[in-house]
């Protein structure tokens, strides 16, 4: 079956950096678009980010335009995202999902299944102040 797995996450101090990556198995990867998440505790998944199926548009959330930075290495099946400047605030568990569309779609920040079929289990990001 479909696998996405995250992997990257860890405790950090405020200011500073850290490189998430998504790994898929059995998808045709580079025919998605694929997105970032995170759920933080008591909070709903909020979409992060998103980036077309060649990496030729990307789009993010306000709260991390500037600071973070989405990517893809089709020929090696892989999300990534370059997480700088971090805050108390960005602590969550970052997940990355399939979308079944090639563009990101519509409210692409919805974690909703007409959207996203496939997700991964998530790794954490703690930020220290």
Same mark, same amino acid.
């Given at each position: 079956q479909v696998?996405? *797995?995250e992997s990257g996450g =860890?405790? $950090?101090q405020? =200011?500073? #950096? /850290? &490189?998430l990556s998504c790994t898929a198995s059995r998808l045709r990867f580079g025919a998605r678009a694929m997105a970032w998440f995170r759920q933080a505790p008591g909070? %709903? &998944?909020? =979409? $992060? #980010?998103?980036? &077309?199926? !060649?990496?030729g548009r990307t789009t993010y959330a306000d709260s991390v335009n500037g600071r973070f930075t989405v990517s893809r290495d089709n020929a090696k099946n892989t999300l990534y995202l370059q997480m700088n400047s /971090? #805050?108390? %605030? !960005?602590?969550?568990?970052?997940y990355c999902a399939? #979308? $079944?569309y090639v563009s990101c779609p519509g409210s692409w920040h919805q974690a909703a299944p007409d959207?996203?079929?496939?997700w991964g289990q998530g790794t954490? $990001?703690? *930020?220290s102040s």
């Open positions: 696998q996405l *797995v =860890g405790l $950090v405020a =200011g500073g #950096s /850290l &490189r909070k %709903e &998944r909020e =979409g $992060v #980010s998103c980036i &077309r199926w !060649d990496g /971090l #805050s108390p %605030e !960005d602590t969550a568990m970052y399939a #979308s $079944v959207k996203y079929n496939y954490q $990001v703690t *930020v």
